[in-house]
């Protein structure tokens, strides 16, 4: 089969690699007719996330049809259509029994790796490097899916792939993004981030019952769809000192809960970003928290930082001063997707959902390489790319990435 495999910094390539196989009872393969990028994979491929190593196949956020089950998966059946979320979970461990699937005790191999680097291990995920299972990913035609009696969710027929896909991840991320929040009538949630964890991240916390949002990003495409679709005030930080501006918003209080919805990869015009730039390089930090600084001293006394963005180890200059001394709530994790799938799905079916407005590009997965630059440079207006690795509807409908005009924006 073809898959979008990592070389190393910069250097994705889609290859011809043998088809996965049930490895255990309770494995599925999985024909997949749908895949994304995330926002997630271009910290691998920037090179951000240690234990990658050449060869290993991308993605996490897939969905597909059952070709294959193993003996004990009972609730699903060949030609099944299914949505795999990214991580993976055994349903019956200490962690899953508290719904917390992202942490399940059962899923990652190499758990002794990533109780080195965090003290403890969190779940296995999808093609997110050795450290969390070194699984193979879905950016590829078929994919081994573990624990099949308990991830992936049921399509109803009448759903297209497009309506559902982002069930595999940001929908759900951005959702309990918001709902960590704690959201009260006339609450303010400022947001920074408007990539798609932001977008969904804005409209869950107004679903939740937020009076504003607010939504601070430098793409200008990016804040004019946080805006003109979903409502938000919007800040472009390159225009504007954040903090000083969610102040005017809110009378000097503060906003009620900030959401990180950049990570490890965050961008700042001025010095401190140089800073955390040349320590990020030199491995002195593995982060670059500018972002998640901002959200942590603006927010108001009393309130809570939600962090959906990905960090990978040490960060520097954390004013955890005012964390402490202000009585401040953090909340993070990467997501308990099992919990989120099917509520989601339903406002979905409902029509309160439609998760299809963050696709900018639709190709084949061929164009994988072009892609994540298109992607991570954010070229060509795009905010989220889906891959159709056997081809199919919509391919031709998409965006080419050749000819594609950036904006220029480093990363
Ligand atoms: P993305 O790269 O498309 O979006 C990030 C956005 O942040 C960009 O639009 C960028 O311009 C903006 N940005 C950069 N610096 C900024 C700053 N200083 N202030 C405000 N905005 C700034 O990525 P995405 O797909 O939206 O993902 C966002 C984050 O969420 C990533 O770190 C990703 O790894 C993480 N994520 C977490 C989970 C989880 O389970 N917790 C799941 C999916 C993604
Ligand atoms: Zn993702
Ligand atoms: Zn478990």
């Not at 869950?204 to 430098?218: K, P, T």
């Not at 593995?286 to 001293?297: D, S």
């Amino acid at each position: 089969m073809k898959a979008n495999c990592w070389y190393g910094k910069e250097d994705v390539r889609v290859m011809d690699v043998p088809d996965p196989k049930i490895l255990n009872p309770r494995d599925a393969i999985v024909k997949i007719t749908s895949s994304a990028i995330c926002g997630s994979d271009l910290h691998l491929y920037d090179g951000y996330i240690p234990s990658m190593m050449a060869g290993d196949i991308l993605g996490h956020e897939f969905m597909g049809e059952v070709v294959e089950t193993g003996n004990f998966v009972r609730n699903l059946k060949v030609g099944d259509r299914v949505v795999v979320p990214f991580t993976i979970a055994c349903g019956s461990c200490f962690s899953c029994q508290l719904q917390l699937f992202s942490l399940c005790e059962n899923s990652n191999p190499n758990a002794w790796m990533a109780e080195k680097l965090w003290g403890h291990s969190p779940s296995g995920l999808f093609g997110y490097s050795h450290l969390v299972g070194g699984y193979a990913g879905g950016q590829a035609q078929y994919a081994r899916v573990p624990f099949a009696d308990v991830g992936p969710l049921k399509i109803p027929e009448e759903l297209t792939d497009e309506q559902v896909l982002f069930l595999s991840d940001i929908l759900p991320t951005g959702y309990m993004a918001a709902e960590q929040c704690n959201i009260h009538a006339g609450d303010t949630i400022a947001v920074w981030g408007c990539g798609p964890v932001g977008l969904f991240a804005i409209q869950s916390a107004y679903l939740l019952g937020a009076e504003r949002v607010i939504a601070i990003d430098r793409v200008p495409e990016r804040l004019r769809f946080a805006r003109e679709k979903l409502n938000a005030i919007t800040i472009d930080y390159e225009d504007a000192n954040v903090y000083d501006t969610l102040m005017d918003l809110t009378a000097g209080r503060g906003p009620d809960a900030c959401i990180d919805a950049v990570g490890m990869e965050a961008h700042m015009p001025g010095l401190l970003y140089a800073y955390d730039r040349v320590k990020q390089a030199l491995m002195m930090e593995t982060g670059r928290p500018i972002a998640l600084r901002e959200a942590i001293m603006a927010c108001r006394n009393g309130g809570t930082v939600s962090i959906p963005g990905v960090y990978g180890g040490l960060l520097d200059k954390i004013p955890v001063g005012a964390i402490m001394n202000r009585s401040l709530t953090i909340k993070t994790g990467q997501t308990h997707m099992h919990r989120y799938m099917r509520p989601l799905l339903d406002r979905i079916q409902k029509g309160e959902i439609d998760p299809t407005f963050v696709i900018t590009h639709r190709l084949p997965l061929e164009e994988a390489p072009n892609a994540y630059r298109v992607f991570r440079d954010k070229q060509d207006e795009c905010i989220k790319v889906v891959l159709k690795p056997h081809g199919g509807a919509g391919v031709n409908g998409g965006r080419s990435v050749n000819g594609a005009s950036g904006n220029g924006a480093p990363h």
